[in-house]
DNA sequence: GCCAACGTTGGC
DNA sequence: GCCAACGTTGGC
């Protein structure tokens, strides 16, 4: 079981619109790295969802419901599908993870840029237990 | 809205 | 294959 995070600008496709479909079509990325983070994505794997911009927070935790098939959009590129798992009770703040020192070696707070990123447990955990004790 | 950081493109 | 130019992302 692996953990990833992924970020969307709320403005574009948020949390909320995520539990409001039940399931979503993770298309549209690219990057090559990314798209290697999409690859290694199994059925069942956790993600974190991530804010950018306007909150830059971790709002809620969704599964991997489909592995890697092709990007409607551009058959060069792949997608995943994502279900709602729950949303967080207080959202983790990326001001948070920066000065947490087991949360500053995220990729979240080492490498902005990426929109699809490997988690660690360790860290997955911990960012469950700061945002639910 | 600005701009730093980073990835990609394309000329050589 | 190098690297300058360019475009995009995302924090501030």
Request: net charge positive.
């Amino acid at each position: 079981m692996n953990y990833w995070l992924v970020k969307s600008e709320p403005s574009t496709y948020s949390w909320d619109d995520l539990q409001k479909d039940k399931k979503t079509t993770w298309d549209g990325v690219r990057n090559y790295q990314a798209r290697n983070n999409l690859k290694e994505m199994k059925k069942g794997d956790l993600l974190l969802f991530y804010h950018s911009n306007e909150d830059k927070a971790i709002v809620g935790i969704a599964k991997v419901s489909k592995e890697q098939f092709p990007d409607p959009k551009d058959k060069d590129w792949i997608a995943v599908e994502i279900a709602p798992e729950r949303k967080l009770k207080t959202p983790v703040t990326l001001a948070q993870a920066k000065v947490d020192k087991k949360l500053s070696n995220m990729v979240l707070v080492k490498s902005s840029r990426l929109s699809v990123q490997p988690v660690k447990r360790e860290e997955f955990d911990w960012i469950i237990n700061l945002s639910e004790g």
